[in-house]
């Protein structure tokens, strides 16, 4: 499967903002979904995780009733609405695909096999 990012941007703190990541080449709702974030001089961490449906989800602790992320299956496309944005938010984020759910619900990027070429993200203060 390949993957395409958008959405990414400039946006002042408290700001909102969506990413989208279209899937092509294989059948979408047969992958589960990673957005990642990448700072400058970090790893990159898992931000968010969605399922085959749009059920069950998984959020780092940070972004936890900031961010969304959601899935349409029709159209082949993961988003992640990012609202009252922090400058600590900063960074590349990647969609990423696994036809396998990470064991224990534990996102890791070691764990998804497909990755979409990243999104800069910058949050000013």
């Known amino acids: 499967v390949q993957l395409q990012a958008s959405g990414g941007g400039l946006v002042q703190a408290g700001g909102s903002l969506r990413l989208s990541c279209v899937a092509s080449?294989?059948?979408?709702?047969?992958?589960?979904m990673g957005w990642f974030r990448q700072a400058p001089g970090k790893e990159r961490d898992v931000v968010a995780g969605?399922?085959?449906?749009?059920?069950?989800?998984y959020y780092q602790d940070s972004v936890k009733g900031r961010f969304t992320i959601s899935r349409d299956n029709a159209k082949n496309t993961v988003y992640l609405q990012m609202n009252s944005l922090k400058p600590e938010d900063t960074g590349v984020y990647y969609c990423?695909?696994?036809?396998?759910?990470?064991?224990?619900?534990?996102?890791?990027?070691?764990?998804?096999?497909?990755w979409g070429k990243g999104t800069q993200v910058t949050v000013s203060s």
């Open positions: 969605i399922k085959w449906s749009n059920v069950s989800t």
């Open positions: 990423a695909a696994d036809r396998v759910a990470p064991y224990g619900n534990r996102w890791t990027s070691n764990g998804m096999d497909y």
């Open positions: 080449g294989d059948t979408f709702s047969n992958y589960v």
